[in-house]
């Protein structure tokens, strides 16, 4: 099973040759999901060789530029490919007419497809979208206007089934289901075969969180905890720590205090101010609170 994030853009509102706006996508098990548009997305799907078609679910987390400036452009490609597939998106309040207004100005009020916006009134702790597949929770962050994070999370899976065990006992296909779900199997001289024989260990469900951009909040934990990869923004280092207050963003040092508060199996970095000029000061900062931390960079693929 695959669980993958993709990062299109690492940095924060200035974009820059290497570094682009926010934006991640995800494929956990063959769904998915983008999570912030920045400027220039499209193109870094394309760069990457993301089939954007295949987008489900777009999630934005806040109305700056740097989160939602590549969403129109976006949409109006998979309009001129014919896309036929209905897409969902999570947003905050107030975005699907900024888009509905873009594409009429643009002369392309039709779309070829359905789009399901899904706006969230700030402050939203809750279950956004739900499949056989997975979860999207939103939480709420603290940041200069209403900005919610998100999380996915993989639903509990069915077992699979020990072939050889299995065939060993001579069941028949009509038990399969039973099997995957978990049960015991009585058989027709009244012994039971204990679930355990018949299936393979089962992989716990992975999470991963997304936080941006959001001033440090240490009751974050509560929605994150324990998630196998967090994402979170560390605009600024701790000698800026001021401007970072001031601006309602993060240090990488607060950053890595979290990871470790909430007992995250993985701490990702980004949304990287450009008065830096290389992030090895902010993995230094978040490594000294939390030490499986990696810096964001455009094309960088994290397996969960
Ligand atoms: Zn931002």
Redesign the pocket.
Known sequence: MKFEITVLGSG??LPTLTRRP?SHFVNCNERYILIDCGEGTQLQLRKYKLKFQRIDVICITHL?G??FFGLVGLLSTMHLLGREKKLTIICPEGLESIIRMQLEIGGGAYLSFEIEFNELNYPASKLVFEDNVLEIHCFPLKHRVPTHGFLIQEKERLYSLDKPAFDHYGLSIAQIPAIRRGEDIEREDGTIIRNKELVLPKEKPKSYAYC??TIFRENLTEHVSGVDLMYHEATFLDKDKDKAKKTYHTTAAQAGQLAKKARVKKLLIG?FSTRYLDVQGHIDEAGQHFENVEAAEEGKVIRI
Request: no cysteine.
């Open positions: 924060s509102a926010s700056h740097d989160h941006s951009d949304h």
